[in-house]
């Protein structure tokens, strides 16, 4: 019988072995160095604050695994044989494959700042991760969170959950402005600080120091100024697992080079999730997605491949959601931070500051191309239709209302959107 080993057991690799199983009886392998069984990552924030147990982060109860057959070997991977189909491990064992699929993940970025590794210093992405900062917490008196992401505003947000004084360094001059337009940064920017947290734009690490026991006792930015502290969280991105692989002779770029089918150059070993990378971008997307659903359709589509129906990965149109702290984000389309040649933006902000909406839209007709809401819960299925047809703007604007997913609420401020946009954008009929 066919052997299939998963190297990873997040969100990538899971759904990979659950829809494989779904088609076929060939034995399937989870190999993961981590938690025995599959946990959400987005979850491990809410374990932290007590909204939930981290048993509750499980979606499937312990036996599911064994009721659909699939094996779980809990062990650090440190090599891929190519040429004898052989995986090892470090304590010394090793695991044959048929087919290989390497869905590693990503691990957090250090850039060399001396003192990283203290005790102390942490991510938010292993559950090693959430039991450190448990551990670390009950004497900390002052946190301070590196790099301006999701994963740092996560990570304030916890902390503060706590009482614990948080002082955020972002090195670019206003939050997240590689990703939002100005007018959503800076909202986002005023929603920080009121949210008492120290918030230090333009400011950069230089070095942390430790304490007698190799412990973190402060840090060093570039302005010249300590800030004691007991815990650094390193939130300034995530890079794909991959450094194993290195002498495999799988074509690595940042990530695990795969082709649509998400194909290596070796045959019959494939990369999903957030490690692997696409020779070539699709559409506009980067080339590596570090995001939960993405990872997810990979799983799918290679689910396909390997039970007979080869199956190209087609994410369709981007979006994702997020949450900065209590004020909700979603996105669908394209909104970038400085805006294109060929595009026009239309930006509404309520006057309370705690909600926004940015349309994107062409500007020669009035093609709608993206939205970035705040504060507003939108239906994606709305927004992947409009996409899909290419409806325009007008038309969006028109029907913001029946986008919206709680409509009664949003009746007090549809009229200001529509007046503003049609007092900036003459409307057109559609």
Not at 37 to 54: D, E, W
Not at 162 to 188: H, K, Y
């Amino acid at each position: 019988m066919e052997h299939i080993v998963i190297i990873g057991n997040g969100i990538a690799g899971v759904t990979l072995a659950r829809h494989i199983r779904k088609k076929s009886d060939t034995k399937i392998t989870i190999v993961s160095a981590e938690h025995e069984f599959f946990f959400s990552r987005t979850a491990l924030m809410y374990v932290f604050m007590g909204h939930m147990k981290f048993e509750h982060t499980q979606p499937y109860e312990t036996d599911f695994w064994k009721k659909n057959n699939i094996n779980l070997v809990q062990g650090l991977v440190t090599a891929v044989n190519t040429a004898n189909k052989a995986v090892h491990l470090e304590n010394n064992s090793t695991i044959d494959f048929d087919k290989l699929v390497l869905a590693t993940g990503s691990k957090p970025n250090k850039y060399g700042w001396p003192g990283q590794d203290l005790k102390g210093v942490t991510g938010l992405y292993h559950k090693h991760d959430l039991e450190a900062l448990e551990k670390w917490a009950p004497t900390t008196k002052r946190a301070v969170i590196v790099g301006g992401g999701l994963i740092g505003i996560e990570l304030a947000e916890m902390l503060r959950s706590r009482d614990i004084a948080v002082t955020f360094l972002v090195r670019e001059t206003s939050f997240w402005n590689g990703v939002l337009p100005s007018g959503e940064s800076q909202m986002i920017n005023r929603h920080i600080l009121e949210h008492h947290i120290d918030l230090r734009l333009e400011t950069n690490l230089v070095e942390i120091t430790s304490d007698e026991n190799g412990h973190v006792k402060s840090i060093l930015t570039d302005k010249g100024e300590t800030i004691e502290c007991e815990i650094v969280g390193l939130t300034a991105g995530v890079s794909p697992n991959i450094d194993f692989l290195k002498d495999s002779g799988i074509e690595l770029g940042r990530g695990i080079k795969v082709n649509r089918f998400l194909e290596t150059n070796i045959k019959d070993i494939y990369a999903i999730g957030d490690c692997a990378e696409q020779h070539e971008a699709i559409d506009q997307r980067r080339p590596i997605e570090a995001v939960w659903y993405t990872g997810r359709m990979m799983g799918e589509a290679l689910a396909q491949t390997l039970t007979g129906t080869p199956t190209q990965y087609k994410p369709g149109h981007w979006f994702n959601s997020a949450k900065f702290l209590d004020i909700e984000y979603q996105t669908s389309g394209w909104v970038w931070a400085e805006t294109k040649e060929n595009e026009e933006h239309f930006y509404w902000e309520h006057t309370l500051g705690k909600k926004a909406i940015r349309l994107v839209f062409d500007k020669n007709d009035r093609t709608f191309l993206g939205i970035n809401t705040f504060g507003i819960r939108m239906r994606h299925e709305f927004f992947d239709a409009v996409l899909t047809k290419r409806k325009s703007v007008d038309y969006v604007v028109a029907n913001l209302k029946t986008a919206n997913f709680d409509p009664e609420l949003y009746i007090s401020y549809n009229q200001a959107i529509q007046q503003q946009f049609n007092s900036e954008f003459a409307a057109i009929k559609i």
